[in-house]
Nanobody, 123 residues
Framework: QVQLVESGGGLVQAGGSLRLSCAAS????????MGWFRQAPGKEREFVAA????????NYADSVKGRFTISRDNAKNTVYLQMNSLKPEDTAVYYC????????????????WGQGTQVTVSS
């Protein structure tokens, strides 16, 4: 069992940066692939980024590639999402999630979810 708590969201101007953190409880954190998803009002939840259990491989949605970086520190049971060059269209609730699969992009492949943190980018 893994419990996830996100933090680091907030209001930022376009072009700015934020770093989201996701703290996990449970001794098996390092065995899970981790992902970040987001959901804007009136839209479906979408994949943002994922990282393997070791941190050796990452995957990004085309919309954030080159601007966002996912990383993890297994010693701290934490996964991060560094978001640079933010755009108004990045405004959404951001969720971290854990999966027993390799590092899927489908939300259905994730078994554990945090409660989400709001990111608002003003123009």
């Amino acid at each position: 069992q893994v419990q996830l708590v996100e933090s680091g969201g907030g209001l930022v101007q376009a072009g700015g940066s934020l770093r989201l953190s996701c703290a996990a409880s449970g001794r098996t954190f390092s065995s899970y692939a981790m992902g970040w998803f987001r959901q804007a009002p009136g839209k479906e939840r979408e994949f943002v980024a994922a990282i393997t259990w070791s941190g050796g491989s990452t995957n990004y949605a085309d919309s954030v590639k080159g601007r966002f970086t996912i990383s993890r520190d297994n010693a701290k049971n934490t996964v991060y999402l560094q978001m640079n060059s933010l755009k108004p269209e990045d405004t959404a609730v951001y969720y971290c999630a854990g999966s027993r699969s390799y590092f899927p992009t489908s939300s259905g492949a994730y078994q554990y979810w945090g409660q989400g943190t709001q990111v608002t980018v003003s123009s």
